[in-house]
């Protein structure tokens, strides 16, 4: 029975953005604050607001990300994780992530997140490479990197990174060894990205005005099949588009968002997908609180999705997973007849060999698609 009948999927899932950093990276363009301290209490005290309406929800995955969650003080950190116990009811066996940058981890504060329940840690790494980080403007330095990887590992077992690739002037040699760092760490996951100039960040200007230059698309593409090889060598299952796990450590609160399971979320900026509404919170802090403290909503878009819509979010975002999905699965889920609204976009990729069949209702991105794959889903988007 299909959702023409039946109400949307409950979420089980909760997104918790903390917008506070010490300093606004240049490709940054996230809903971040650099430098506002004197904004914390009010956070705190607006996203006790927000979730209190969400009525004690039972979650199997919960983010908190930034932004810089650990930048909180160490009675701000606890006070903090204290609010997420007391309104969120955790699932046996719940995965709850939290974003860290480097220069903020010391025993004593992931020694507080474990004792609070947070079990799989991101780091923002981003290299290890001191040019590379200078250039990105990020606050550590190599050595701070990997002795954070370190010191949250002896503590909490489940660490991933983030790193990003094709940075101004970055050759594949330089990104080859910041892998080989990479591999010879105790991780559990990595996700890679592709540096991208966003309208609005400081790196669009400097590119504007001649100062930075993109990598060409070429040297790209060279850089993430060396990650594709590099981390399947190193025993890391390459499972979604831009991320790598080793057996069992995939990342189950992405995994609801690609399968479009639905989420709840807290916080500046940050969008919900609650009761077939994709619902976005005002991106600017102070406008947020601002809203929070007088009563009213938070919310800043608001938009009923239809089921035809629904269906083929599924398929566009549930196609960037490696393994690829079964359409027969979205269409009794959704009660859409996927195979028919998504016909021409599928025969489509499969004739220009970017889509492959391994069944009649299984599609999956073929070696070439893995690199087309925004092709492919806005095609499925229709
Ligand atoms: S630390 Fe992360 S969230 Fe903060 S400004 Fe830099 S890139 Fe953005």
Known sequence: MGLETESWPLPRAAYIHVPFCRHRCGYCNFSVVADRDDLIERYLNAIKKELDALDNPVIDTLFVGGGTPTHFDADQLRRFLCLLQQHLQFSAGCEWSMEANP??????????????????????????????LKLLERGHSP?????????????????????IFAAPGETLEHWQSDLEVARELPLEHISTYALTFEKGTAFWSRRARGDLSSASESSEIDMYQAAREGLHNAGFQHYEISSFAREGSQCRHNLAYWKGLGWYAVGPGAARFVDGSREVNHRSTTTYLRRVELGESPTAERVAITHEQYARERAAFGVRMIDGIDIDVIESESGIPVAEICRDAIVQSVGEGLLLKPSPSWIKLSERGILFADTVASRLLG
């Open 103 to 132: 220069e903020d981890i010391t025993r004593e504060k992931v020694a507080m997140l474990d004792d609070h329940g947070v079990n799989r840690i991101s780091l923002g790494v981003q290299s290890f490479n001191v040019d590379k």
């Open 143 to 163: 050595a701070n990197a990997i002795d954070a990887v370190q010191t949250v590992a002896d503590a909490i077992d489940n660490v991933s990174i983030d790193l």
